[in-house]
């Protein structure tokens, strides 16, 4: 018998006299090209970790940095996340030096678990019936085998090496433009917040209630509507909207890597992800391209290409104009609940089944973390590929022949321009698209 290998399979070639099989591989636990993460273990193992591998060296981090990331994270912070109790503290096994500084080599980062609790899952009808809109069933459909207990890897207890590893891509993103991302829960159901500045909010603003929503106003009524949810045994979804502040322009690449596309990809892959929107998203389906279109001008001060408005969400043809960057991510409402729901058992019977364990009531106040990390190492991979293509070399042309800078933190040598002479009609622009 033959075998041929290739990326993330290998298939078995037979002779006529054989059977032929194909065995697939486990994979999409990586992420990332150039700054790279994999992550791996499962809910109720011994632990959960992530190696980041292509950090750049020289980077000052400590553990305690990472460790404020995965707080945020942990359960157990309130009365509407789940009481299950881990400390999530992070031991980092390799990739600095004795001084906190990356070594350029990889980072490995593990969490141990402590507080689960298989009987749970285990020693009641929950070890033989699919939770309805879990991963239960297509686990089991794709490896023919499952970790019943706490979900496995499908559990949101692997999103603790994403989060860890967003910690540095953080700090890398900070040390090079000031480069901030900050995420927050800006609807619950239909009560949406209304009074959010993102120009200016701050993550200070965002951790001062339990809902992580900076207006106050609308996070009690959220704060209101998911109780009510959770004392009936039932849970409830939303939308996290999250803003990078700072973001050079020229990150993304056509066709297929726009950066869009990449966030969309990076945030879709968090557990209960459901929905993405960049800038106006859907929103903008309503308006008309005159109200759609972010008109440029000038900085007066700056001398940099700035738009009016960012419906874009700080992206346009796929990279990043240097203006905010936004997107929202739409959650479902947890899968396990306590009240009953019908289903069926692993050999075919149908059973009525009623969640046990510990679960979120809502899952958005721990995904705002989760939503910033992978943002983050999205930006952090985009801006390495930039420099590794469009960077390695300066651009000598002179002053005049290089194209105006872009954004919120872009400077024009020399200033503004002198302002075309007062009367000027609009320029006319033929364009033939397909």
């Not at 023919?144 to 499908?154: D, F, M």
């Not at 000031?178 to 239909?190: C, F, H, R, T």
Request: include cysteine.
């Amino acid at each position: 018998m033959k075998y041929s290998a290739s990326i993330g399979f290998l298939v078995a070639a037979s002779s006529p006299t054989t059977s032929a099989f194909t065995l697939t591989m486990g994979t999409g636990n990586s992420f990332g090209r150039l700054f790279r993460i994999s992550t791996w273990g499962e809910s109720h193992g011994g632990g959960v970790g992530v190696t980041l591998d292509g950090c750049p060296p020289r980077i000052p981090i400590t553990r305690d940095e990472i460790q404020v990331d995965l707080d945020r994270r942990r359960p157990g912070q309130s009365r509407i996340t789940t009481p299950r109790n881990e400390a999530d503290a992070v031991e980092i096994l390799s990739g600095l030096n004795n001084e906190d500084v990356t070594l350029g080599t990889p980072l490995a980062m593990l969490v141990r678990n402590k507080d689960q609790r298989s009987s749970d899952y285990l020693e009641n009808d929950m070890s033989v019936a699919y939770r309805p809109s879990h991963a239960d069933a297509t686990y089991d459909a794709k490896y023919g085998v499952r970790a019943i207990a706490g979900g496995g890897r499908s559990s949101a207890r692997e999103t603790i090496g994403r989060v860890a590893a967003g910690a540095v891509a953080r700090k890398i993103l900070r040390m090079y433009n000031g480069i901030e991302v900050l995420a927050y829960v800006s609807k619950v159901q239909d009560i949406e917040a209304t009074n959010v500045n993102h120009d200016t909010f701050t993550m200070e603003e965002v951790d001062a209630n339990i809902v992580r929503c900076p207006d106050e106003a609308s996070a009690m009524k959220m704060l209101e509507r998911i109780d009510e949810i959770r004392k009936s045994g039932n849970s409830i979804g939303g939308v996290v909207t999250c803003v990078a502040r700072n973001v050079p322009a020229g990150l993304g690449s056509p066709v297929f890597d726009k950066l869009e596309a990449d966030l969309a990809k990076a945030c879709m892959s968090i557990p209960a992800a459901k929905g993405f929107e960049s800038g106006d998203g859907f929103g903008g389906t309503l308006l008309t391209g005159k109200e759609h279109n972010d008109e440029f001008y000038i900085d007066p001060e700056t001398g940099a290409t700035r738009t009016k408005t960012n419906r874009s969400g700080g992206i346009q043809g796929g990279i990043s104009n240097g203006e905010n960057i936004v997107v929202h991510v739409a959650f479902k409402p947890t899968s396990t609940i306590a009240q009953a729901q019908n289903t069926v058992t692993r050999d075919g019977q149908e059973v009525e089944l009623r969640g046990k364990g510990r679960h979120d009531p809502c899952v958005l106040p721990r995904a705002v973390p989760m939503v910033e990390a992978m943002v983050a190492l999205t930006l952090c991979d985009a801006l390495m590929c930039q420099h590794a293509q469009c960077e390695l070399f300066p651009n000598e042309a002179s002053l005049s022949e290089r194209p105006n800078p872009m954004g919120t933190s872009a400077r024009r040598e020399g200033g503004p321009r002198e302002k075309a002479a007062a009367g000027s009609g609009p320029i006319g622009l033929r364009v033939d698209e397909e």
